[in-house]
C-alpha cells in the first residue's frame, strides 16, 4: 500500500464491505475522497451527504444504527469530533449506539490551513468517553484494516487518520486486535508514539537501540502491560497537546497498575498554544519542539 | 364518528386522570417537570391511546411499531405514566420516580420498556428520528417516525439543520409535532428571542405545517389522519399549541414553575386546582 494516503486506503475497503453489505451507510459532511465518489455513484442508496452540518451527521447516523446499519461518519477531523461532541456524548457515549466517526486532519496534517485544522485536543477529549475507542492511524495498511474492525464493532470508534501520506510501516498480514505493536522489543528503554510519529521512534530506536511501541488504540489494552513492566524507562511522542493525550494514557496506565516507570511525554505544551505557522510540518513541529533533532536531544538526555 | 366521540371522552378521562398521577408521582419526588408534561401529556395520549401509533406494550421492540421519540426529555413523567397506564410496566413503579432505588429519573432513559432513546439535552431528538425515518426508507420499511419536540427546543440549531435534512430527502414517513406552549426557563418565547412566525419558518425549510389546538383531541387526530397514505412528499410538523401547566391554573403561564414541583402548600394548591379543573 506505498503511496497512498490512508483517507483512500479507508474509503476503498469501505467500498468493498459496502458492495456487499448493504446495512452499510457512509454519510459525509460534504468532505470528499476518490473512493467516496465511487460509493456515491455506485451505492448511492447508501451514500448520504448531510452537508457541512457535524451535529446532523452524528445524530442521522446514530439514528441510522439504531435500527441496525453500520454507520460512518465522516468530515474534516476537528469538526466531526469537537463541533459535534454533544452529541457524540448523548447518542453514542450514553446511549451507547455504535458509529464509526472518521476523522481526517490528526495532529497538523492540514499544516498550511492553521489553527481551526490542527487538530490536538481530540485524543484528549473522546477518550474520556465510556463506549468509545479512539484508534490512531499509522499507514494505510492500518486504516484498510480498520475500516473492516470498525465496521462490525459494537461500540463507537473514532478513527483518526492523518491528512498527508505517511510511510508504510506495517505489513498487510498485520494484526491490530490487540490496539498496539511492538516493532521492535527492549529489555529497559521503550518508545511508545502513534499515527505521524511512528516513523520517528523507528528512527529513533535505531539511533539509540531502544525498543518502539505502537500503541494507536485507546483505551489501552491490558497486554500492554506484559510488554513494558520490566522495564525501565518509557518515552512518548505524540502530536496532540499533552494533557490527557496519549502520553497521559500511558501514565494513567502504569499508575493504574501500580508500576514506577521514569516516563517523559514529548508532544505539544499548553504554554506554546496554538500556533499560525506555515511552510510545512517540519517548521510547526520545530517551533514545538517535536521535530527530529528536538525529539532526538531529548530523548539522549532522558535515557543517559 | 359516534366510535369517534367516544374514543374521545375515553382521551379526556384518562388525561384528567394521568395529570393527577404526574402530579403526585412529581410532588412525592420532590422533583420533575410538572408544567412541561402537562403540556404535552395530551398529544401523547392520542398518539397512544388514540392508537395513532402501531405499538406492542408486551413486545416493545416490536420490529413493526411506530418509532416515538420524545426529544423534550423532560416531560419524561407524562410519558412514563402513559407507558405505564399501557401496561409497558407497572403504575407502582412511579411511585419510586427520582427516588432511591427508582428505575427512572428526571429525563427519558433509554432502558425503560417502550422507550427509543435517551433524552434531556435538547435538539438531538429530531436528528435521531430523521436517522430512522432514513432507515425506514432505504428498508422499504412502513413504519411511521413521530418526535415530539418544545418549541425552545427550536433555538436549538442542530434542529435546523436536521429540518433542511429532512425535506431535502423527503421524508415523509416523519411527523414532528412542537409542544407550543410558548414558555421557556426563564421567559415567554417571544420575549427571550423571537420564535415566530414558525409556521413560516417550517414552510420555507420545506416541510408541511399544520398549526392546532394541542389540547383538542380532534386536532389531533384531524393533523395526523392520513399520514400513512403519504400523499405529500414532504415530511410534517404538526404545531400544537399547548398550554404549560395545563389543568394546574397555580402553575400555568409562569415561568418560574419550569422544572419544578411544588412543595407543602403550593402542591396543595395545585392538587386543588386539578381537582376543580375536573369538576368544572
Not at chain 1, 500492554?224 to 494513567?252: D, Q, R, Y
Not at chain 2, 412511579?94 to 422507550?115: T, W
Not at chain 2, 415530539?148 to 416523519?174: K, P, Q, V
Request: hydrophobic residues 40%.
Amino acid at each position: 500500500m506505498n503511496n497512498i494516503s490512508q483517507r483512500d486506503a479507508f474509503w476503498d475497503r469501505v467500498y468493498e464491505l459496502a458492495k456487499r453489505d448493504k446495512d452499510i451507510v457512509i454519510i459525509t459532511a460534504d468532505m470528499g475522497a476518490p473512493s467516496l465518489d465511487k460509493i456515491r455513484k455506485e451505492l448511492a442508496s447508501q451514500f448520504i451527504n448531510v452537508g457541512i452540518a457535524e451535529q446532523n451527521a452524528i445524530t442521522i447516523a446514530s439514528g441510522l444504527a439504531l435500527t441496525g446499519k453500520k454507520v460512518f461518519a465522516y468530515a474534516i477531523a476537528p469538526f466531526i469530533t469537537l463541533r459535534c461532541l454533544e452529541q457524540i456524548r448523548v447518542e453514542n457515549a450514553i446511549m451507547n449506539i455504535p458509529i464509526t466517526i472518521v476523522g481526517v486532519g490528526a495532529g497538523f496534517s492540514y499544516k498550511e490551513a492553521g489553527p481551526t485544522h490542527h487538530l490536538l485536543e481530540d485524543v484528549g477529549v473522546l477518550r474520556t468517553f465510556p463506549n468509545i475507542k479512539v484508534h490512531t492511524m499509522s499507514d494505510s495498511v492500518m486504516a484498510s484494516v480498520f475500516a473492516e474492525m470498525t465496521c462490525n464493532s459494537k461500540n463507537t470508534d473514532y478513527v483518526r487518520i492523518y491528512r498527508q501520506t505517511l510511510p508504510t510501516i506495517y505489513k498487510n498480514s498485520a494484526d491490530f486486535s490487540k490496539g498496539f505493536n511492538v516493532f521492535k522489543k527492549h529489555k529497559d528503554t521503550y518508545i511508545i508514539s502513534s499515527g505521524s510519529m511512528v516513523q520517528m521512534a523507528l528512527d529513533m530506536s535505531k539511533k539509540f537501540d531502544i525498543g518502539v511501541i505502537d500503541l494507536f488504540t485507546l483505551p489501552i489494552s491490558e497486554e500492554l502491560l506484559h510488554e513494558i513492566k520490566a522495564c525501565k524507562k518509557i518515552v512518548t511522542i505524540e502530536e496532540n497537546f499533552l494533557p490527557c493525550g496519549m502520553g497521559s494514557a500511558v501514565l494513567e496506565f502504569l499508575n493504574d497498575n501500580k508500576i514506577d516507570i521514569n516516563l517523559k511525554r514529548i508532544g505539544i505544551s499548553l504554554e506554546k498554544g496554538y500556533c499560525y505557522k506555515y511552510g510545512g510540518i517540519d517548521i510547526i513541529r520545530k517551533y514545538y519542539g517535536i521535530d527530529v533533532n528536538s525529539v532526538d536531544r531529548q530523548i539522549k538526555n532522558f535515557i543517559k | 364518528m359516534r366510535k369517534i366521540n367516544k374514543l374521545i371522552s375515553e382521551m379526556e378521562v384518562k388525561s384528567r386522570q394521568l395529570r393527577k398521577k404526574i402530579l403526585e408521582t412529581c410532588i412525592k419526588a420532590g422533583t420533575g417537570h410538572v408544567t412541561s408534561s402537562l403540556s404535552c401529556l395530551d398529544i401523547m395520549i392520542a398518539l397512544y391511546h388514540g392508537r395513532i401509533l402501531n405499538f406492542d406494550p408486551k413486545n416493545p421492540n416490536w420490529a413493526g411499531r411506530d418509532r416515538f421519540i420524545l426529544s423534550k426529555g423532560q416531560a419524561s413523567p407524562a410519558y412514563y405514566a402513559i407507558l405505564a397506564d399501557l401496561g409497558y410496566f407497572s403504575m407502582k413503579e412511579l411511585d419510586s420516580f427520582a427516588q432511591k432505588n427508582g428505575k427512572f429519573g428526571v429525563h427519558l432513559q433509554k432502558d425503560v420498556p417502550g422507550v427509543e432513546i435517551t433524552s434531556g439535552s435538547l435538539g438531538h431528538g429530531l436528528g435521531v428520528a430523521a436517522g430512522i425515518a432514513m432507515a425506514a426508507k432505504m428498508n422499504m420499511e412502513l413504519y411511521l417516525t413521530v418526535v415530539l419536540i418544545g418549541d425552545g427546543e427550536c433555538y436549538e440549531g442542530s434542529i435546523w439543520e436536521t429540518a433542511m435534512f429532512a425535506s431535502h430527502n423527503r421524508l415523509n414517513n416523519l411527523i414532528v409535532i412542537i409542544d407550543r406552549n410558548y414558555l421557556c426557563v426563564t421567559d415567554f418565547t417571544e420575549n427571550l428571542i423571537t420564535l415566530e412566525p414558525l409556521e413560516d419558518k417550517w414552510k420555507s425549510f420545506g416541510w408541511d405545517v399544520l398549526k392546532i389546538d394541542g389540547h383538542s383531541f380532534e386536532d389531533i387526530f384531524n393533523s395526523l389522519k392520513e399520514v400513512r397514505s403519504q400523499k405529500s412528499i414532504r415530511p410534517r410538523v404538526v404545531i400544537a399549541d399547548t398550554v404549560k401547566g395545563k389543568g394546574v391554573k397555580s402553575m400555568c403561564y409562569n415561568p418560574l414553575w419550569h422544572g419544578l414541583a411544588p412543595t407543602g402548600r403550593e402542591a396543595e394548591i395545585a392538587m386543588k386546582c386539578l381537582e376543580e379543573e375536573e369538576n368544572e
